[in-house]
């Protein structure tokens, strides 16, 4: 019951909000303050989803560019990685957030999608995240690549966040989300979980690249 309150929930505020998401992504140079309506947007899921945010931080973020790396154990990570971290950042996500309704609109403008399986495609993502690193910009990206099975126990990381990190000498800030998996589960089974609770995070020292 509650799993699909989750989802009623996130498409009612999405589609309130997503007249004025689709005015500010209609230009780059309105990036920024459709970013700060995603955090707004991000702390309304907070209160509906009734999960007060507990985060640790081992030390201040960067200033300017970096690579955010986190963990992927539940869908809830995309969402609270806007209150965990509140400088400008992109994601880069799997190709099929694009056919997400709404939310694709994210993915189709701000944010990077990585067609794995098409070589040129994903060195044209690769380009546009060195490109927002350029900028100054943050990009998050889950290693794993998707939430895997075995969650909450890590599965394989792909090279792409590190090697982007490594060819610009960016540092790579480590985020550990602990608690999301309990909260909300795998949504396409129907005994997966779905609860209110405290989302706890670290965010961990940056790890330094250059040279």
């Keep these: 019951m509650f799993k699909l309150y989750y989802g009623l929930y996130f498409f009612l505020t999405l589609s309130l909000l997503y007249p004025l998401f689709a005015f500010l992504l209609a230009s780059r140079s309105r990036y920024k303050y459709a970013f700060s309506v ?3 947007w991000s702390f309304l899921l907070q209160l509906g989803y009734l999960s007060p945010l507990k985060t640790r931080y081992e030390a201040e973020l960067p200033k300017g560019a970096f690579v955010i790396c986190s963990n992927h ?11 965990v971290i509140p400088h400008y950042f992109i994601f880069m996500g799997k190709q099929e957030l694009k056919s997400w309704p709404l939310f694709r609109i994210f993915f189709r403008t701000m944010d990077i999608s990585v067609n794995r399986k098409n070589v040129a495609g994903a060195a044209q993502a690769f380009k546009r995240a060195k490109e927002a690193l350029s ?4 990009v998050a990206i889950f ?3 998707t939430i895997p099975k075995t969650v909450p126990k890590l599965s394989r990381f792909k090279d792409g966040a590190f090697k982007l990190a490594l060819e610009t000498g960016t540092p790579i800030v480590p985020v550990t989300f602990l608690s999301n998996w309990k909260l909300l589960g795998n949504i396409e089974k129907s005994d997966g979980t779905a609860r209110p609770g405290v989302v706890e995070v ?4 940056p790890i330094p690249t250059e040279g």
């Excluded at 154990?73 to 209150?83: A, C, G, N, Q, T």
């Excluded at 900028?135 to 943050?138: L, P, S």
Aim: aromatic share 16%; no cysteine.
């Design 38 to 40: 995603k955090r707004f």
């Design 73 to 83: 154990s539940s869908y809830l990570d995309i969402i609270f990685m806007y209150r």
């Design 135 to 138: 900028r100054g910009e943050a």
């Design 202 to 205: 670290v965010v961990h020292k």
């Design 143 to 145: 290693p794993e690549g």
